[in-house]
């Protein structure tokens, strides 16, 4: 996830280091994650054409080949000095963008990373910084309006047409103000018709505290899965998961041409943001809450049809989601979900942050391509009233209540010979 709260902690999982693959077709070879989702079969569907998915991230670079024509330029909400084309801007962003509407290159489109919906369209909107800018201090920006910038964010991108926000970012927060600011935020947008997914963070092998946004009520929060298709060690688990996706040795778009390789639940999220968005367009008048509940209903547990912290409902499903959407009677968004009764409570500790794809050292390169207070709601807190958006209409048996809220990030890599130089030596850069 990238860093928006005050203080960032040390990262602790290790990037998966990859060598260049000869030719750009290795790079959709690698990417194991679309036959684990079945995306071929849920492409026959849907591609997400139509549907906007707001990446509220650290920039994305539209000029990528995988990305030319997908993408829409919003606000940058941070403040710092770092513009397009610079060494600290748009990496995770773009990386992220790719996973949700990549749509390769070459003949065919048969070169480059395809993301989980291709037809669908980026709106970029810069509300975190790198987590090596030096131009910045480490944290959330403050906007024009002073307000935070990720409530802003929020705020524009459904203000602006976005169907789906897709938040590969988190941590916790000791500040009550800010923690009702971005509540409030979330639940707007869900009150305007647009779905809200975050990851649910890189923590497990530390504190495994729950992260947000990812456990705000209605949020989809999602959990990194392995090849295996079990929780990735450094995946957060607790109550506010809802499900999971791949997140291990996923391939991302890097600024100016290139690949980035890593872990973490920041793509997890990705994908899981894409799928809203192939739902989305096969029936666009299902609420956010009806969106959720087909992901749930339809994903792969372990066990089958059981809820877990690791996994949540368990892997997502695409195409069995589409099936399932298209029998459903579409409902109206929850007008106005409740509020906490009760104030957050923090633990007198310092702020964390978690981050969905650990920065690594090594970035795939292709000769042939462009070079280029707050609480910890869970189990900590005791009077806090769950929400989590009412079960949708529709065929099938109500959907068993999930726990409430959602959740994070992890892992990349630098660059390789023949592309822009990676980060300076010993340089871990931001978790994905």
């Not at 079990?230 to 290139?258: E, K």
């Amino acid at each position: 996830m990238r860093p928006w709260l005050a203080a960032v902690p040390a990262l602790t999982a290790a990037a998966a280091l990859w060598a260049a693959p000869a030719s750009a077709d290795a790079v959709r070879g690698n990417e194991w994650a679309l036959g684990a989702l079945q995306a071929p079969e849920a492409w026959s569907t849907s591609r997400g054409d139509g549907v906007t998915v707001a990446v509220l991230d650290t920039g994305v670079d539209g000029g990528h080949p995988d990305l030319t024509g997908q993408v829409t330029a919003g606000p940058d909400l941070v403040g710092s000095t770092a513009r397009p084309g610079d060494p600290y801007w748009g990496q995770h962003g773009t990386a992220m963008a790719s996973a949700i509407a990549g749509h390769g290159h070459g003949a065919g489109g048969a070169d480059g990373v395809m993301g989980i919906a291709p037809g669908a369209k980026i709106m970029s909107v810069r509300v975190i910084p790198e987590r090596n800018d030096p131009g910045v201090p480490r944290g959330r920006g403050t906007g024009a309006s002073g307000d935070d910038s990720l409530v802003q964010g929020i705020r524009y991108a459904t203000d602006h047409g976005a169907q789906v926000i897709s938040m590969s970012l988190g941590g916790t927060s000791l500040d009550p103000q800010r923690n009702a600011q971005d509540d409030e935020a979330v639940q707007y947008a869900i009150a305007h018709d647009v779905v809200v997914v975050a990851s649910a963070g890189n923590g497990a092998e530390t504190t495994n505290r729950t992260e947000f946004p990812a456990a705000y009520p209605g949020v989809i929060a999602v959990a990194a899965a392995d090849r295996a298709g079990h929780r990735a060690p450094f995946s957060t688990h607790g109550w506010a998961t809802s499900v999971a996706a791949p997140g291990v040795d996923i391939l991302g778009a890097r600024p100016g041409g290139g690949y980035l390789v890593g872990d973490g639940t920041s793509p997890a999220a990705a994908f899981v943001s894409g799928v809203c968005a192939l739902i989305r367009a096969r029936v666009p008048g299902l609420s956010p809450a009806q969106v959720r509940q087909v992901l749930e209903r339809t994903a792969a547990g372990q066990p089958a049809g059981q809820y877990t912290e690791d996994l949540g409902w368990g892997l997502v499903q695409p195409a069995a989601a589409l099936r399932l959407a298209a029998t459903l009677k579409p409902q109206p968004p929850d007008p106005a979900l409740a509020t906490y009764r009760t104030r957050y409570y923090g633990d007198g500790r310092l702020p964390v942050i978690g981050f969905g794809w650990l920065y690594g050292q090594v970035l795939l390169g292709l000769a042939a391509l462009p070079t280029g207070g707050a609480c910890l709601v869970g189990a900590v807190l005791l009077a806090v009233r769950r929400r989590r958006g009412s079960p949708g209409a529709g065929a099938g048996a109500p959907l068993p209540a999930p726990p409430p809220g959602p959740a994070g990030d992890g892992p990349l890599t630098g660059p390789a010979p023949g592309l822009p130089a990676a980060p300076r030596p010993g340089q871990r850069g931001l978790g994905w």
